[in-house]
T-cell receptor, first 114, second 110 residues
Framework: DGGITQSPKYLFRKEGQNVTLSCEQN?????MYWYRQDPGQGLRLIYY???????QKGDIAEGYSVSREKKESFPLTVTSAQKNPTAFYLC?????????????FGEGSWLTVV | DQQVKQNSPSLSVQEGRISILNCDYT??????FLWYKKYPAEGPTFLIS?????DKNEDGRFTVFLNKSAKHLSLHIVPSQPGDSAVYFC?????????FGAGTILRVKS
């Protein structure tokens, strides 16, 4: 089945640690996205990538880093510089070659700082 | 700068009645709009979309209306069902950037 797979579903991070959230898609989509959702708030864009080896900062990129070495993969690293990383993280993808097409989301990853 | 706004944090509707969810935007470059439904701890699922060249799109119980001059879109759900209770996000697209509103919690009472 085609889709977007995020892992792990739950992740605990100690203060000062970097952690990486995985996002893999087999939809052959060009564009991929990372969003963050905090309780009671909407989805805020962290980073997005339109093609392999290219990515742009979203609205809240500070403390995060990404890579796009393969079309199907867009991992997000939450660095120790991110002061408030506890949130629900959503990865998404979209076929940028088709105008007006929808974006598809993974099931999300919960990150908690302990 | 919030380019997409959903000014109602929550909405409560009786089962069988109409639910109307509203969304306003500020960027006239947006050319496509989408509505997503989200349950807690799950990824959003796509509901319905509309291109900026249209003013209405209908899919079953869901209808989206777009008023470009007012920079306003709305989602109508008729009839509302208890299973519709969720958070609804509107989103706007330009280029490859997708911007979401803060969401509206819909509660459908039986």
């Amino acid at each position: 089945d085609g889709g977007i797979t995020q892992s792990p579903k739950y992740l605990f991070r100690k203060e000062g640690q970097n952690v990486t959230l995985s996002c893999e898609q087999n939809l052959n989509h060009d564009a991929m996205y990372w969003y963050r959702q905090d309780p009671g708030q909407g989805l805020r864009l962290i980073y997005y990538s339109q093609i392999v080896n290219d990515f742009q900062k979203g609205d809240i990129a500070e403390g995060y880093s990404v890579s796009r070495e393969k079309k199907e993969s867009f991992p997000l690293t939450v660095t120790s510089a991110q002061k408030n990383p506890t949130a629900f993280y959503l990865c998404a993808s979209r076929d940028s070659l088709l105008s007006g097409n929808t974006i598809y989301f993974g099931e999300g990853s919960w990150l908690t700082v302990v | 700068d919030q380019q997409v706004k959903q000014n109602s944090p929550s909405l409560s509707v009786q089962e069988g009645r109409i639910s109307i969810l509203n969304c306003d935007y500020t960027n006239s470059m947006f050319d496509y709009f989408l509505w997503y439904k989200k349950y807690p701890a799950e990824g959003p699922t796509f509901l319905i979309s509309i291109s900026s060249i249209k003013d209405k799109n209908e899919d079953g119980r869901f209808t989206v209306f777009l008023n470009k001059s007012a920079k306003h879109l709305s989602l109508h759900i008729v009839p509302s069902q208890p299973g519709d209770s969720a958070v609804y996000f509107c989103a706007a697209v330009y280029g490859n950037k997708l911007v979401f509103g803060a969401g509206t919690i819909l509660r459908v009472k039986s």
